[in-house]
């Protein structure tokens, strides 16, 4: 499982420990992620996703999983995330 949030592709990022003499030594710094299960208003379904803290916190601000997706661009979404775009757009035009 990789370390990388399927909404946002927030990943690991790379830095420094500077100890008080002023040694570097390499570290990662992990996204903050959690298995969460969102619900889609539109297909009436939930979805367990691995996303980062930062990312629900967008979903709730922007108004819940189908709007997070309408907006998000299909480069950061991981395959799964990506689908569940595909069938909300494809209900969504269905409906209207």
Known sequence: MS????LTGKG????NNVSHANNKTK????????????????????FKLR????ALRSVDHRGGLDAFLAKAKDT???DNALKIKKDIAKA?????
């Open 51 to 54: 996303i980062s803290a930062s």
């Open 12 to 15: 690991p990022m790379v830095g």
């Open 27 to 46: 570290r990662r710094f992990l996204p903050n992620l959690n298995d969460v299960t969102l619900i889609s208003d539109t297909l009436g379904r939930s």
């Open 92 to 96: 969504q035009a269905a409906t209207a």
């Open 76 to 78: 950061e979404l991981s």
């Open 3 to 6: 370390r990388r949030c399927e």
